[in-house]
């Protein structure tokens, strides 16, 4: 079991009171909250060595090795066989829509790109885009609008010979479901096809291992997983060399420079370290046995163990929410709403009541000190597909490790009040 109120201890925003009150922050979809060893680390870098890259002298020296430890830091995040596979830039939406640039060269007139209904629309829109630009034909996968799952038989009807691309969320950024995501890479490359995977939403609630996906790439963001601003891409090897790359001219062809344009966010790469150190040190003090994860060792090791231990917490919580939720009918929650199915979902929860909006329920959390979201967060086929779209979209309530059972009890406690 977690000492969640120790960990609470490194997170300082969590302690901010406002009009009198602690907050409960259940915005983590839309970012997370961060340790102070990632506040101290960005400081550090701007004040010991705030330099370019790649220069002779003491100062660039060290801003590289921070760099280094970046990509290293991910790699063993997300179980990359390679560091040089780790590309950063401004987020993962952009890192998206510069490589459907590069997809989009690849196809043709009569080629076939698959998007899913569930996914936030970064990982839609460039893909529409790449398949507009090539004369590609754009294929949906559907859900099953009952507890929002996507439909593997739907996905399986529109899969064949002539799929080049495939692109699925590993996690719903509106409804919180757990895709297999690793079925459908495995099937779109029996096709022939390349299989893109958005970890964004799923990234701070369970372990990321590429290897084990089978996908050709992957996108996540650091500041979904109690890191700065900075997104994430990784790409297997082999395509990251192939495929062209729209970059500056005297900007190297080598991994990883090949593909991150301009100078980066040194300072935030440097947080991005320190977010994953962070998430080492919490695996190291875990009580879980590294005996059930015999292939791992050192970093990789700690952070399985600690991905697995948030994992564990994080369905207590679900299946607390949801047991009050299943006590409160005037509410509706979107999705996966059996305690007993948590396995299947994130902790992130979307919500409706009777003709109230997303917004006024916002609003009304907001003036008890309850931090959450409404709307489609960029969610649109998901609200379109639910027939949510002109009510509002929907309220929802995202829970993380450093949430407690107390916050989840206030919470239902406060829906009630509304």
């Not at 027939?387 to 450093?402: A, D, I, P």
């Amino acid at each position: 079991m977690l000492d969640v109120q120790a960990l609470r201890q490194q997170f300082p925003g969590l302690h901010r009171k406002q009009n009198g009150r602690l907050p409960i922050f259940l915005d983590a979809p839309a970012g997370t909250q961060v340790p102070q060893r990632v506040i101290d680390a960005i400081v550090s870098y701007l004040t010991h060595c705030n330099t370019n890259h790649g220069g002779v002298f003491a100062t660039s020296r060290q801003s590289d090795e921070i760099i280094d430890s970046a990509h290293a830091a991910l790699a063993d995040l997300i179980h990359a066989p390679s560091a040089d596979e780790i590309l950063f830039g401004q987020n993962m939406t952009s890192l998206t829509f510069h490589l459907s640039r590069s997809i989009a060269k690849t196809l043709k007139l009569g080629d076939q790109v698959l998007v899913s209904r569930l996914d936030h629309d970064a990982n839609v829109a460039p893909w529409l885009l790449a398949a507009h630009e090539s004369g590609a034909e754009v294929r949906w996968i559907d859900i099953h609008q009952e507890d929002c799952t996507l439909d593997l038989d739907d996905f399986r009807k529109n899969l064949s010979a002539r799929t080049r691309f495939v692109a699925v969320g590993l996690a719903s950024n509106a409804v919180g479901t757990i895709n297999d995501a690793a079925t459908i890479c495995r099937e779109a490359k029996k096709a022939g096809a390349l299989a893109f995977v958005d970890a964004v939403h799923f990234a701070p609630h369970g372990a990321i291992d590429v290897q084990a996906l089978g996908c050709d790439f992957l996108a996540c963001s650091a500041y979904k997983f109690f890191g700065p601003h900075v997104g994430v891409l990784w790409g297997r090897r082999e395509l990251l060399e192939e495929l062209p790359a729209c970059k500056v001219r005297p900007a190297t062809n080598v991994l990883p420079g090949r593909w991150m344009t301009g100078t980066q966010n040194h300072e935030g790469l440097a947080g991005v370290a320190a977010a994953v150190e962070y998430l080492t040190e919490f695996g190291r003090h875990c009580p879980t046995s590294g005996v059930a994860f015999p292939d791992l060792t050192g970093r990789r090791l700690e952070l399985r163990v600690a991905m697995t231990s948030i994992q564990e917490h994080e369905r207590t919580l679900s299946r607390e929410f949801l047991k009050g939720m299943a006590e409160r009918p005037q509410y509706k929650v979107w999705g996966i709403a059996d305690p007993t199915r948590v396995a299947l979902r994130v902790p992130t929860f979307a919500l409706t009541r009777g003709d109230q909006s997303p917004h006024h329920l916002a609003e009304r959390l907001a003036e008890r000190q309850i931090y959450s979201w409404s709307g489609n967060l960029y969610a649109i086929e998901v609200t379109e597909r639910l027939g949510l779209e002109q009510r509002g979209g929907f309220l929802r309530l995202g829970f993380v490790h450093y949430n407690t059972i107390h916050e989840v009890q206030r919470t239902l406690s406060a829906l009630d009040e509304i």
